[in-house]
């Protein structure tokens, strides 16, 4: 089965800066679309972005636009969530999912993995 590893969440400063990490292993990386989603305490889980198997199309929810970056490096099985002009809002814990295209709804991925917690202070 196909695992997904967060990682580089952490405490920062709001305005701050972080970049996400989440590795793969276990499945075809190349030809699988990948998606960032976050849980908000209080709130249900929300789409952050998605970027498709070559990194040619990305989707961002409007929360994030232009604060957030997807890319993604074929040849490691990585794909990267740069996170800038960080707000407290964003204090959630994030998670990566492998799907076959890039979807906002959940139930298009696979493959997910455990999250890693981003804390913003004011």
């Known amino acids: 089965q196909g695992q997904l590893v967060e990682s580089g969440g952490g405490l920062v400063q709001a305005g701050g800066s972080l970049r996400l990490s989440c590795a793969a292993s276990?499945?075809?990386?190349?030809?699988?679309?990948m998606g960032w989603f976050r849980r908000i305490p209080g709130k249900e889980n929300e789409f952050v972005g998605g970027i498709s198997r070559i990194g040619t199309v990305t989707d961002y929810a409007d929360s994030v636009k232009g604060r957030f970056t997807i890319s993604r490096d074929n040849a490691k099985d990585t794909v990267y969530l740069q996170m800038n002009s960080l707000k407290p809002g964003d204090t959630a814990v994030y998670y990566c999912?492998?799907?076959?295209?890039?979807?906002?709804?959940?139930?298009?991925?696979?493959?997910w993995g455990q999250g890693t917690q981003v804390t913003v202070s004011s």
């Open positions: 276990g499945l075809t990386f190349s030809s699988t679309a």
């Open positions: 999912a492998a799907g076959r295209f890039v979807t906002r709804s959940r139930n298009g991925y696979d493959y």
